[in-house]
């Protein structure tokens, strides 16, 4: 699939995930994962970044997408959003390791690993991100983020509140945005 095409297919990806769409946006994230670490690895090229880095900066990135999806214009195509996230959390990595950030991404060209690598690395991404919350707080986000359960569900096997669920949820996305914003200070 060529870049214009692949643009408009996450384009309606995310306008779907923002209308409610959870399979869309499981896919959305599925298919920016590679890109993105391929964008990273391209980008860090030459300067000595370790590769468990550039994992942290492809979480860093997609947690951002995550956060600030409600910003993106749905006029305007994702793909230069997206990449224009991933350069600056590059940059801000760079800046943390007292290095001058200029980082090049090319939109032409993306790297594609092979799937079983690839679910791999999306398993220990999860677990990683995940491990930083309390037991409750991790099925939660596990559940209604990652597999694509309603609140109601979550809820009623929990013996808890739909809106204590989603209350829970939106603190424990809040407290992993928090840890990555103070990560970087």
Do not use: C
Request: hydrophobic fraction near 40%; avoid cysteine; aromatic fraction near 4%.
């Amino acid at each position: 699939m060529d870049r214009k095409a692949r643009d408009a297919e996450w384009t309606s990806l995310m306008r779907s995930a923002i209308a409610g769409d959870q399979g869309a946006y499981r896919r959305l994230l599925s298919e920016l994962s590679p890109v993105l670490r391929g964008v990273a690895r391209r980008g860090f090229a030459g300067v000595g970044v370790p590769r468990e880095d550039v994992e942290d900066v492809v979480q860093d990135a997609l947690l951002a997408i995550h956060l600030k999806r409600h910003t993106w214009d749905q006029t305007m195509p994702l793909g230069p959003w997206v990449m224009a996230i991933v350069r600056n959390k590059m940059i801000d990595d760079l800046r943390r390791r007292g290095r001058r950030p200029e980082v090049p991404v090319d939109l032409n060209e993306f790297e594609f690993e092979g799937e079983d690598q690839q679910a791999s690395i999306d398993a220990h991404d999860v677990e990683r991100v995940l491990g930083r919350l309390s037991g409750k707080n991790r099925d939660i986000v596990q559940s209604i983020s990652i597999d694509g359960q309603s609140a109601r569900d979550v809820a009623q096997r929990l013996g808890m509140s739909e809106v204590a669920v989603r209350v829970a949820l939106h603190r424990s996305l809040k407290a992993l945005a928090d840890t990555y914003q103070e990560k970087k200070l």
